[in-house]
């Protein structure tokens, strides 16, 4: 690692990976692209912040991890990573924060945004500091990356994004996968169980869940929930349980390996995501695999494009909707039920495979007449159409790759991947909010539908 040659054909540089202690969907989400691109034969390095989970250098998955400094030092270590050590193309995770990589980066950078935090910069630093972190992340940021492309996870992100100045056509939206989900030794509880999955910090807002529970604890005796995950919050969360009288009814289960969690995502008969923003909201997917609906809040962005309002999941407007929509989940079972195989089928319909191939594309276009001959015949067979029509790219129409070189209408997208999904549920009047931008390309994260010219 000493070399002051290109020997890294894609870096990215992330305050945090999968195995952080704080790590969530979007950490996830950068190591399945970066695995993605290294298995298509790329030389991929992560830089992220150390921390006592890790070594300070590994190989996970075939991408080297490098971890140096801490929760804001690691941004200056990165910087000094990127200028030594002049990657191909450089891919600036912003979670707030800008790195600025392009002040000393000599090739591209592509920057990925999950979500825009106008909301949460006041809710963890205060009047003050939220002041000065939304400034870096509504002013500066946009002029540090003024001539990159982005990738965002959602339509809804694409479109705060363009409110705070980012050309549409500089936007590729390349939304989460979804991994198979593992066997399961369990079914649903007999009595009614919630479910809550993610880092437990303040924008989360675990204390509606709580408080969800409180207000039906009376009229559904048997009721749990299952708060899972861990964050500096926690002890906050538990004056709140004490405070509303449910430390019974309430259990902590803190962090979960992948099959205890998703035991506990089964065990379930709604999830609750009441999240003040959601990039995506992976652990809505990740639930739905399990035939378990979500309900979270129409203002978190991408939860607007993850649930199918009234199908999949529900999405309402406060605390007092929250609570009646999970009431009338736990009252009708018929309703539940058929939501619950809908979001099954709308989880089935996402692919990690797919999300790499868009996201290669979008690294194609960045480091065009740019990047080496070699990392861009990498990319563009990693970004081929495959003949599964796995994945549609196109420029602001729906459309689906046929695995022809030609294009189609969509018969199962990101945005309106509701084909199929049963309609006589509950809910059938849930609000939906049409896209107030096309992005330049979106990625139509489709699973394959096997046919015999596809199978083997």
């Known amino acids: 690692m000493t070399s002051r040659s290109t020997e890294i054909d894609v870096l990215f540089v992330n305050w945090r990976d999968a195995s952080h202690p704080e790590g969530g969907g979007s950490e996830r989400y950068v190591h399945r692209i970066a695995e993605g691109l290294a298995a298509g034969g790329l030389r991929v390095r992560l830089f992220c912040a150390a921390h006592d989970r890790a070594p300070a250098e590994e190989r996970v998955n075939g991408v080297a991890v490098v971890h140096r400094g801490g929760r804001l030092t690691v941004y200056a270590r990165a910087l000094l990573h990127v200028a030594w050590h002049r990657p191909a193309i450089v891919v600036d995770v912003q979670n707030g924060l800008p790195f600025g990589s392009t002040l000393v980066a000599r090739g591209p950078v592509v920057n990925v945004v999950h979500h825009v935090h106008r909301e949460q910069w006041p809710i963890v630093f205060g009047r003050a500091g939220g002041a000065v972190g939304w400034w870096l992340e509504s002013v500066l940021a946009p002029r540090l990356y003024r001539r990159s492309r982005y990738v965002t996870v959602s339509g809804a992100t694409a479109t705060e994004l363009t409110a705070l100045g980012v050309a549409a056509d500089r936007i590729t939206v390349v939304p989460n996968g979804v991994e198979p989900a ?21 924008h989360k807002r675990v204390e ?9 604890q009376d009229r559904w005796p048997g009721l749990r929930l299952a708060v899972i995950g861990e964050g500096w919050w926690q002890d906050e969360l538990r004056s709140c349980v004490e405070r509303l009288g449910v430390g ?64 999949t999941g529900v999405l309402v407007d406060d605390l007092d909707e929250m609570v009646e929509a999970v009431e009338q989940l736990l009252t009708d079972g018929a309703a539940r039920r058929l939501m619950g195989e809908a979001a099954a089928r709308h989880a089935a319909g996402y692919s990690w495979a797919a999300s790499v191939r868009g996201f290669a594309r979008a690294l194609a276009r960045a480091a065009e007449g740019s990047a080496p001959v070699a ?82």
Do not use: M
């Open 208 to 216: 509606h869940a709580i408080e969800v529970v409180a207000r039906l």
């Open 182 to 202: 593992p066997a399961v030794r369990v079914v649903p509880d007999e009595q009614p169980r919630l479910v809550v999955l993610g880092r437990l910090v303040p």
């Open 248 to 311: 019974d009814l309430v259990e902590f289960h803190g962090f979960l390996d992948e099959q205890a969690k998703h035991e506990e995502l089964a065990r379930a008969w709604v999830h609750l995501c009441p999240s003040v923003k959601e990039g995506w909201g992976l652990v809505v997917t990740e639930a739905g695999a399990h035939r378990v609906p979500t309900v979270g809040y129409r203002s978190a962005g991408g939860l607007r494009e993850s649930v199918v309002d009234g199908r």
């Open 375 to 456: 990392v861009l015949q990498h990319l563009d067979l990693l970004a081929a159409p495959r003949l599964d029509g796995a994945v549609g790219v196109h420029g602001g129409l729906e459309a689906e790759d046929r695995g022809d070189g030609e294009t189609g209408p969509a018969t199962q997208g990101q945005h309106d991947g509701d084909e199929g999904l049963h309609g006589a549920t509950l809910f059938r009047g849930g609000r939906r909010r049409s896209a107030t931008v096309e992005p330049d390309v979106v990625i139509h994260n489709t699973a394959p539908t096997p046919t015999p010219s596809a199978t083997a």
